[in-house]
C-alpha cells in the first residue's frame, strides 16, 4: 500500500474512533478487518503523529489571591490561575483558555477589539471557541514584527480571532519600532497607518500581553527589535522593567522619561489609559511580577489574568 493510502486509512480509523464515536467492533465490521487490527491502526496513527490528544484540565483559581489585587489595585477582574507544576508552556496555554473564556462570555455584536501581539495573545487565539458575533471588528493596535514566527504576530493573530467570531479584521501595516522619533511622526500620518490608530483609540477592548524588558525575558530582543546590550542599557537609564504594545515602564507604572516608546508605531501608553476600551492584560510566571506590577501600579490595565506564583512574587515586592 502506498505511504499516502496507508495515512488515508489511518485517518478514517482514528476519525472514526474519536470522532464519530464508533467501537473498534464496528469499525472491523466496516472494513472486515479483526478488532486486534483497528487497535493496531489506532496506534500507528498515534505514533505518526495523525491523532493529537489534549486533556483539558478544569481551570483551578486562587480566588484569595484575586480579592487581595481586586482591593489593593482596583482592578475591574482578577483571573488568577493556580499553575501548581505546571511548565512555563503549559502555563501560557491554560492562561490563554483562562483569557479566551473572558472574552467569549464579555466581547458582543458590534464591539471592537484592539490586540498587540506576542506568545501569550497567540495562545488565547489558539483557545477561543466559534461565536458568531454581528459587526465585530478585531484591530491590531501595535505594528508588526514583519519576521520570525508569523503565527504570534499581530496581522495573525487579528485574523485568526476574527474568524472565531465571524468579524473582519485591521492590520497596521508598519514595523513596531523605527530608529528615531522623527520616522514615527511621519508613518503615523501615513493615510492607512492613520486609519488603523483611530479604529484602534475606538476599540471597547484591548488584549494586551504584559512583556519583561529584561533582556533574557524580552520579545523585543527575541524579534530583533533590540539587541541585549542595548535593552540593559536603557533598563539602567530608565529602570524599565516591563513593556505593554512594545512601551516600557517602570516598576511604580511610570515612563514618561522613557525616550524608547517615541519609536513604537501604535497606541502610545497615554492613548491606552485614555479610552474608555477595557484593558485585558496576559502574562505569567514569576519571572513578569516586576512589569505586572509597574503596569498594575501605572493604572495601565483593568483586568489581570496570570498565575499564583507571579502574584506571591508580586506582593512581596510591594
Same mark, same amino acid.
Request: with cysteine; charged share 25%; aromatic share 8%.
Given at each position: 500500500?502506498?505511504?499516502?493510502?496507508?495515512?488515508?486509512?489511518?485517518?478514517?480509523?482514528?476519525?472514526?474512533?474519536?470522532?464519530?464515536?464508533?467501537?473498534? !467492533?464496528?469499525?472491523?465490521?466496516?472494513?472486515?478487518?479483526?478488532?486486534?487490527?483497528?487497535?493496531?491502526?489506532?496506534?500507528?496513527?498515534?505514533?505518526?503523529?495523525?491523532?493529537?490528544?489534549?486533556?483539558?484540565?478544569?481551570?483551578?483559581?486562587?480566588?484569595?489571591?484575586?480579592?487581595?489585587?481586586?482591593?489593593?489595585?482596583?482592578?475591574?477582574?482578577?483571573?488568577?490561575?493556580?499553575?501548581?507544576?505546571?511548565?512555563?508552556?503549559?502555563?501560557?496555554?491554560?492562561?490563554?483558555?483562562?483569557?479566551? %473564556?473572558?472574552?467569549?462570555?464579555?466581547?458582543?455584536?458590534?464591539?471592537?477589539?484592539?490586540?498587540?501581539?506576542?506568545?501569550? !495573545?497567540?495562545? #488565547?487565539?489558539?483557545?477561543?471557541?466559534?461565536?458568531?458575533?454581528?459587526?465585530?471588528?478585531? !484591530?491590531?493596535?501595535?505594528?508588526?514584527?514583519?519576521?520570525?514566527?508569523?503565527?504570534?504576530?499581530?496581522?495573525?493573530?487579528?485574523?485568526?480571532?476574527?474568524?472565531?467570531?465571524?468579524?473582519?479584521?485591521?492590520?497596521?501595516?508598519?514595523?513596531?519600532?523605527? %530608529?528615531?522619533?522623527?520616522?514615527?511622526?511621519?508613518?503615523?500620518?501615513?493615510?492607512?497607518?492613520?486609519? #488603523?490608530?483611530?479604529?484602534?483609540?475606538?476599540?471597547?477592548?484591548?488584549?494586551?500581553?504584559?512583556?519583561?524588558?529584561?533582556?533574557?525575558?524580552?520579545?523585543?530582543?527575541?524579534?530583533?527589535?533590540?539587541?541585549?546590550?542595548?535593552?540593559?542599557?536603557?533598563?539602567?537609564?530608565?529602570?524599565?522593567?516591563?513593556?505593554?504594545?512594545?512601551?516600557?515602564?517602570?516598576?511604580?507604572?511610570?515612563?514618561?522619561?522613557?525616550?524608547?516608546?517615541?519609536? #513604537?508605531?501604535?497606541?502610545?501608553?497615554?492613548?491606552? %489609559?485614555?479610552?474608555?476600551?477595557?484593558?485585558?492584560?496576559?502574562?505569567?510566571?514569576?519571572?513578569?511580577?516586576?512589569?505586572?506590577?509597574?503596569?498594575?501600579?501605572?493604572?495601565?490595565?483593568?483586568?489581570?489574568?496570570?498565575?499564583?506564583?507571579?502574584?506571591?512574587?508580586?506582593?512581596?515586592?510591594?
Amino acid at each position: 500500500m502506498a505511504d499516502y493510502e496507508r495515512l488515508e486509512l489511518l485517518a478514517q480509523v482514528a476519525e472514526m474512533y474519536y470522532i464519530q464515536d464508533l467501537s473498534q !467492533v464496528a469499525i472491523a465490521n466496516k472494513f472486515f478487518f479483526s478488532r486486534s487490527k483497528v487497535s493496531r491502526l489506532l496506534t500507528e496513527a498515534r505514533e505518526t503523529g495523525l491523532i493529537e490528544i489534549n486533556i483539558l484540565h478544569p481551570f483551578k483559581r486562587a480566588s484569595e489571591l484575586e480579592n487581595i489585587l481586586l482591593e489593593k489595585y482596583h482592578l475591574t477582574q482578577a483571573i488568577i490561575l493556580k499553575s501548581g507544576n505546571l511548565s512555563v508552556g503549559r502555563m501560557l496555554k491554560t492562561l490563554g483558555r483562562l483569557s479566551a %473564556k473572558y472574552l467569549s462570555d464579555n466581547l458582543a455584536d458590534g464591539d471592537i477589539l484592539g490586540i498587540s501581539w506576542g506568545t501569550a !495573545v497567540y495562545e #488565547v487565539a489558539q483557545a477561543l471557541q466559534p461565536k458568531n458575533l454581528t459587526d465585530f471588528n478585531v !484591530v491590531q493596535i501595535i505594528g508588526s514584527i514583519g519576521y520570525g514566527d508569523p503565527a504570534i504576530d499581530g496581522p495573525e493573530v487579528a485574523r485568526n480571532i476574527a474568524e472565531n467570531f465571524s468579524g473582519k479584521y485591521f492590520t497596521l501595516n508598519a514595523p513596531v519600532i523605527v %530608529k528615531d522619533k522623527a520616522t514615527r511622526d511621519v508613518l503615523i500620518k501615513e493615510r492607512n497607518i492613520d486609519k #488603523v490608530i483611530k479604529k484602534a483609540i475606538q476599540a471597547d477592548y484591548i488584549l494586551a500581553g504584559i512583556g519583561s524588558s529584561y533582556p533574557g525575558r524580552s520579545g523585543l530582543v527575541r524579534a530583533g527589535y533590540l539587541q541585549e546590550d542595548e535593552l540593559k542599557s536603557i533598563n539602567e537609564q530608565t529602570g524599565a522593567v516591563g513593556d505593554i504594545c512594545a512601551c516600557l515602564f517602570n516598576v511604580d507604572g511610570e515612563y514618561s522619561d522613557i525616550k524608547f516608546n517615541d519609536r #513604537v508605531i501604535g497606541l502610545t501608553l497615554d492613548e491606552i %489609559k485614555s479610552i474608555p476600551a477595557e484593558v485585558i492584560g496576559i502574562a505569567g510566571g514569576y519571572e513578569k511580577a516586576e512589569a505586572i506590577l509597574g503596569a498594575l501600579k501605572g493604572k495601565l490595565i483593568d483586568t489581570l489574568i496570570t498565575d499564583d506564583k507571579a502574584v506571591e512574587k508580586i506582593l512581596k515586592i510591594d
